[in-house]
């Protein structure tokens, strides 16, 4: 069954430009991704509602600095590790030698990056930072994850496709 997309009557966005610079690779690659490799990820998130809130505002900007935060302690000069990566062993070495620090994390590339944070962002940022009054009017539908200013791939969806955020 295709999901229908749904059209917001207020959207706001919030951007981070080359805010989090990373290194990581494609181990599955056929190419010269498969090396490790960095970025400085850009994020934008889009948020959606049909209702403002009591301040006319579909999103609070001053309440995403917890969400920065937890970009940054896991994107702001990281080595991105697959949790299935042959390597993950060398990788730990060198977090326990301090040469690097890692994010290790079930998927790697921007489509799996912006997956993942599409279902942080509304399955647990939402609700337990803004609460479930929140959750339940404002929805972040858009996840963009850029590397450079030619790649980019976004995860996008909405509550009423009924998706469970849970299941990775």
Not at 36 to 43: D, K, L, Q, T
Request: charged content about 30%; overall charge negative.
């Amino acid at each position: 069954m295709t999901q229908q997309p749904i059209t917001y009557k207020y959207v706001s966005t919030k951007e981070y430009v080359d805010a989090f610079p990373v290194a990581y690779r494609q181990w599955k690659a056929d190419s010269h991704c498969n090396l490790i490799h960095g970025y400085s990820f850009s994020m934008k998130f889009h948020f959606g509602t049909n209702d403002l809130d009591v301040r006319n505002w579909a999103a609070d900007y001053g309440g995403l600095k917890e969400l920065k935060e937890v970009l940054q302690d896991q994107f702001d000069h990281t080595l991105l590790v697959a949790e299935n990566d042959p390597e993950l062993e060398i990788y730990k070495e060198l977090e326990r030698r301090k040469i690097a620090k890692l994010t290790i994390l079930p998927k790697l590339g921007c489509e799996g990056l912006a997956d993942q944070l599409y279902r942080y962002v509304n399955g647990v940022y939402i609700p337990d930072y803004w609460g479930p009054s929140e959750a339940n009017r404002l929805w972040c539908f858009r996840v963009e994850v850029r590397e450079t200013q030619s790649n980019m791939a976004f995860r996008e969806g909405h509550r009423e496709w009924n998706e469970d955020l849970f299941d990775v």
